[in-house]
């Protein structure tokens, strides 16, 4: 690994730590973390997805996928149901309360996320949107073609580009 690569990975790393600090607390209030709440997001903006098309949105094995659903359909806020066209595939959609929730907590989420990162001017911003697509996506793909983490460069976490939170 070069020494840019260590270098700009350790700042986004702390970066993004930095960045999560400020906007947990607000989820942590609501008894949800980043991934319930990512969870909630993705169906509240994408309809009743498959536990699988979640898992990918949010970025989270299938067995902890299973376990975040579970929780959230123990609070009232998700309900799982058989997929018409294919009943081996369960879709997972908002209760009202879930639905009520997330509407209400999602702009105060987005105000916390713009607030964490207003040390940006908005062309700061837009610039950092391509290349940092561009470094998840190749890392992302290291990964899918097989390549050890440890021959890899540092992996980044991407959210996918339909993801409303992902602002792209």
Do not use: W
Not at 33 to 42: A, D, H, N, R, Y
Not at 83 to 94: A, E, I
Not at 129 to 141: I, T
């Amino acid at each position: 690994m070069s020494e840019e690569a260590l270098r700009v990975y350790v700042k986004l790393l702390r970066a993004s730590r930095a960045v999560l600090a400020r906007v947990e607390p607000r989820l942590a209030g609501a008894g949800l973390t980043p991934i319930q709440f990512g969870v909630l997001e993705g169906i509240l903006h994408k309809g009743p997805m498959s536990q699988r098309e979640l898992g990918r949105t949010v970025l989270t094995s299938p067995g902890n996928m299973t376990d975040v659903i579970d929780k959230l359909e123990a609070r009232g806020l998700v309900l799982r149901s058989r997929c018409p066209g294919d009943r081996r595939s369960v879709l997972v959609g908002l209760t009202d309360c879930g639905k009520a929730l997330v509407s209400g907590l999602f702009p105060l989420h987005a105000a916390d996320i713009a607030a964490a990162m207003a040390g940006l001017s908005r062309e700061e911003l837009c610039s950092l949107e391509a290349p940092l697509s561009k470094l998840g996506m190749a890392a992302a793909g290291a990964l899918c073609a097989g390549v050890s983490p440890l021959a890899a460069p540092a992996v980044a976490t991407h959210l996918p580009p339909d993801s409303s939170l992902s602002n792209e």
